[in-house]
């Protein structure tokens, strides 16, 4: 211990928990128990991230086919509509994900205990009912304990987590606000994102956001019963639920679109029409296995919800401002400069959230790990997942460089809109290491309940990544607007780097 304590003085332990990025590295491949539970989680929970935006990016394909003006208005659109989301769904699916973790490892601790104790229990009245049996052969209650032990069984078969149900609550609220919101103030938003009355984009663009709003309610439950699910480990079922709604998506759009010619309002009717399925799904999944109807309004910890979700809101009101304000400043370039940005933006978030799978998996593991005290399990999670979103990085920066030259026709035949697009492709490409850094250090962070360091560190970068925006894209147009993004993503990952690094917070442990 005093040769710890003289690292410490001596301001060593800054080496050694910086070291901890490295722990292990040769393990990285290694199938042991600790990387296919990260597999095991992140793996599904990636495929689902990413299973929404890529019919986002089928929607937007079959939206090129109509024309540029088209692909320009749904770009905006969707922007906006998933900005605003993230507003809601990021702190509600973050918060929920820690909670229920926790609750889920302290509540399994505790049922393993109670059920040695009913096991010890029974086994007693076994014996009692054997010691009678002798007594009197005639004894007929032995049915009856059998009956009542299998009822007691029955009742404890649905988990009681009170996070679900807050969950659900906030979910349900937040939905309804939402799709409010969008439907009432469509016009205004769409100007401030840089869609002008007199613009060819403001009608496709306002009809295509009404309706899609329709669905926010559906989204935001939808995604609340996601973050329930993660806290359980459990990403294959939300996987199975969001593959199922987004096929139907994809079926949908061509019918509607081209058959009903709709236009764009087809390709937003059957994108609601998938995000309820989703609801539905989930919500019969999740009511087998937890008991949503809380023993009273107390157990629903409304404070603690909205203490830390107050938290994680103000974080995510920083990110959406900065990616907003980059769709924004395209926009305002002209309709060849935002369809052009709305493809490279979809790809370069659709790649990246298959990192976040990583960061949903650490996030879980960590959040359980924390909950016991067990600071061994946490370090040797965070240098893996982290690790891993390295080498996931690079080796989405080679096949983005290598491919997206030639799947660009794949959304758009314009001449102008391809130029573009391949100007953006090293720029989707290069960051993806940073984009899966930043994406992971989130969740090892969130894992860690470290939501405050979060919310202010995310302020901080976002100051500073308006600053380069608006300087930047005065300057050099589309290419300034992907430099500032760039900055803003190398920024969002230094931060998380920086807690673990120097050993704070939550991290402290790691000075020992």
Not at 20 to 28: E, I, M, N, P, Q
Not at 51 to 57: E, F, R, T, Y
Not at 266 to 295: C, F, N, R, T
Not at 463 to 483: E, P, R, T, Y
Request: net charge neutral.
């Amino acid at each position: 211990m005093a040769e710890k304590e003289s690292l410490y003085s001596s301001g060593d332990w800054r080496r050694i928990s910086t070291c901890t990025f490295f722990k292990d590295a040769r393990l990285v491949f290694k199938s042991d128990s600790l990387g296919r539970e990260i597999l095991s989680i992140a793996l599904p929970a990636a495929m689902a991230l990413t299973a929404d935006p890529i019919a986002s990016l089928v929607d937007t394909a079959f939206i090129g086919q109509i024309g540029p003006v088209e692909l320009a208005a749904v770009g905006v659109s969707i922007a906006l509509f998933n900005q605003v989301s993230r507003i809601a769904i990021f702190p509600l699916v973050s918060v929920t994900t820690s909670f229920v973790a926790e609750e889920d490892a302290l509540g399994g601790a505790h049922s393993q205990e109670e059920s040695r104790e009913l096991e010890a229990g029974l086994k007693m009245d076994n014996d009692a009912i054997k010691l009678l049996q002798k007594k009197d052969e005639s004894f007929h209650n032995s049915d009856s304990a059998g009956v009542n032990f299998n009822i007691v069984k029955e009742e404890c078969t649905k988990r009681h987590i009170p996070s679900a149900s807050s969950a659900l609550f906030f979910g349900g609220i937040l939905g309804i606000i939402q799709a409010v919101l969008l439907i009432s103030a469509a016009k205004p938003l769409l100007n401030f994102m840089g869609v002008t009355s007199d613009s060819p984009m403001l009608h496709p663009a306002q009809r295509y956001l009404t309706l899609r709003s329709l669905g926010a309610p559906a989204v935001l439950l939808s995604l609340a019963m996601q973050g329930v699910f993660r806290g359980f480990k459990d990403t294959t079922t939300p996987l199975y639920a969001t593959v199922a709604g987004d096929v139907t998506n994809i079926a949908l759009d061509p019918l509607f679109m081209f058959v009903f010619r709709m236009g764009v309002s087809g390709a937003a009717v059957a994108h609601v029409i998938s995000q309820y399925l989703i609801s539905v799904i989930l919500l019969w999944k999740l009511m087998e296995q937890v008991d949503l109807i809380p023993p009273s309004i107390k157990h629903l910890q409304f404070d603690r919800f909205v203490k830390n979700g107050f938290l994680l809101l103000m974080r995510v009101i920083a990110v959406t401002f900065c990616v907003t304000l980059a769709a924004s400043l395209a926009a305002r370039q002209g309709a060849t400069s935002m369809a052009a940005f709305q493809v490279c933006l979809q790809i370069w978030l659709t790649v990246s959230l298959l990192a976040d799978g990583l960061a949903v998996a650490g996030q879980a593991i960590l959040a359980g790990a924390f909950a016991n005290n067990d600071y061994e399990k946490a370090t040797e999670t965070a240098s893996r997942v982290l690790q891993m979103g390295v080498v996931l990085g690079l080796a989405l920066a080679f096949i983005l460089g290598a491919g997206l030259h030639f799947g660009a026709k794949l959304f758009t035949k314009d001449v102008d809109v391809l130029h573009l697009i391949r100007v953006g492709v090293p720029f989707v490409a290069l960051t993806q290491p940073l984009n899966a850094l930043a994406f992971v250090f989130d969740g090892v962070n969130f894992g860690a309940s470290d939501f405050a360091y979060s919310a202010f560190s995310m302020g901080v970068v976002a100051i500073i990544s308006i600053i380069c925006l608006l300087i930047l894209s005065s300057a050099g147009g589309f290419i300034g607007i992907w430099v500032a993004l760039t900055i803003y993503m190398s920024l969002r990952a230094f931060a998380g780097f920086l807690r673990i690094g120097t050993g704070s917070g939550p991290w402290e442990f790691l000075r020992c």
